[in-house]
Nanobody
Framework: QVQLVESGGGLVQPGGSLRLSCAIS????????MGWYRQAPGKQRELVAI???????NYVDAVKGRFTISRDNAKTTLFLQMNALKPEDTAVYYC?????????????WGQGTQVTVSS
């Protein structure tokens, strides 16, 4: 299976910043959407941010103004810049990509990276 490789997670104090990266295999063609999900302890996995092939972005309300999703020009690396982090941002973060082909859609997931915001 194609591996999406994440990096950048860790422990940070409230108010601090982290930048997550996800390397996406160039063998994936026709990517339409990339994004970040997270799952906090005791909660369901939720969409954090997405970026469509044309560059349109959307964010969950809780992170608007603090998080920024972006990608490189080749669309092989996905980023999530997280500023002004809060304890409630603590979660496992997953990168995601979806590609379209004749007859269906393929989805890809990273392994998840832990982000902990605590004093």
């Amino acid at each position: 299976q194609v591996q999406l490789v994440e990096s950048g997670g860790g422990l940070v104090q409230p108010g601090g910043s982290l930048r997550l990266s996800c390397a996406i295999s160039q063998s994936i063609f026709n990517i339409k959407v990339m994004g970040w999900y997270r799952q906090a302890p005791g909660k369901q996995r939720e969409l954090v941010a997405i970026i469509a092939s044309g560059g349109t972005t959307n964010y969950v309300d809780a992170v608007k103004g603090r998080f920024t999703i972006s990608r490189d020009n080749a669309k092989t690396t996905l980023f999530l810049q997280m500023n002004a982090l809060k304890p409630e941002d603590t979660a496992v973060y997953y990168c995601y990509a979806a590609s379209q082909f004749s007859g269906g859609v393929n989805t890809y997931w990273g392994q998840g990276t832990q982000v902990t915001v605590s004093s």
